[in-house]
């Protein structure tokens, strides 16, 4: 079988949790460093574009970057899309965007009640390995699920859903699994392989195991990496 250089297998897994229940949250770093998540209130495109750019740069983050300040503007301040950062000591470290705006495109809105995704999350590099991501992931989704309480006449969350892709790393699906997500679907795609700029980012498959057998989802409109912070490190 004759292998194209120029090209790569992505596999990517769509992830589910369907009741409050189903998370769990992990502990944070030590209060003494000063680590605390925060919401960004005031939809500002110039602020959650440094944070995509800066968490996104070593990861292959690039579908937004053409986005000029009036769609940024137009995508934040739509009903139910909230971004959570992490400070430490009042510096951002990292963030996660709910989306509970758009319309569930993964084929499972079957029941009562609104679906929020967790479109975006990641921490900046110089904040990785300090156990702030593997919080900010368990805080983010409790945000998602109480998302009501703060948005008039939202219906109730009955589900937070996310995908991860081999280009997040080789722990990133487990570090989903960990907080309680679970496998509703796999999608398995040749692209270009990566520039060389970005030949850090982790080979497609690289620690891999077989992954559970999954109904294929197609998202032609979501292929880069929703995980930024190097799952491994967080």
Sequence with gaps: MTVDPGMRTVTTWYLEQTAPGDLREAPGPEPSAGVRIVRAQVPSAEFSRF???????????TDRLPWPGARWQEWLERPGVETWVAYE??????????????????????????????SYFGLLPAFRGRRIGAHLLGFGAARAWDMAERWPDREPTNRVWLHTCTKDGPHALRNYQRRGF???????A????????NASATPASAGQGPAPAAP??????????????RPADM
């Design 51 to 61: 944070l995509y750019a800066s968490v996104g740069a070593d990861v292959e983050w």
């Design 89 to 118: 000591r009042g510096t951002p470290a990292g963030f996660m965007e709910l989306d509970g705006a758009s319309p569930d495109t993964s084929a499972r809105a079957t029941r009562p009640g609104r679906a929020v995704e967790i």
């Design 182 to 188: 679970r496998i509703f679907a796999k999608e398995v």
């Design 190 to 197: 040749q692209e270009p392989a990566a520039p060389a700029a």
């Design 216 to 229: 294929l989802v197609p998202r032609p409109d979501r292929r880069e990496p929703s995980q930024g912070s």
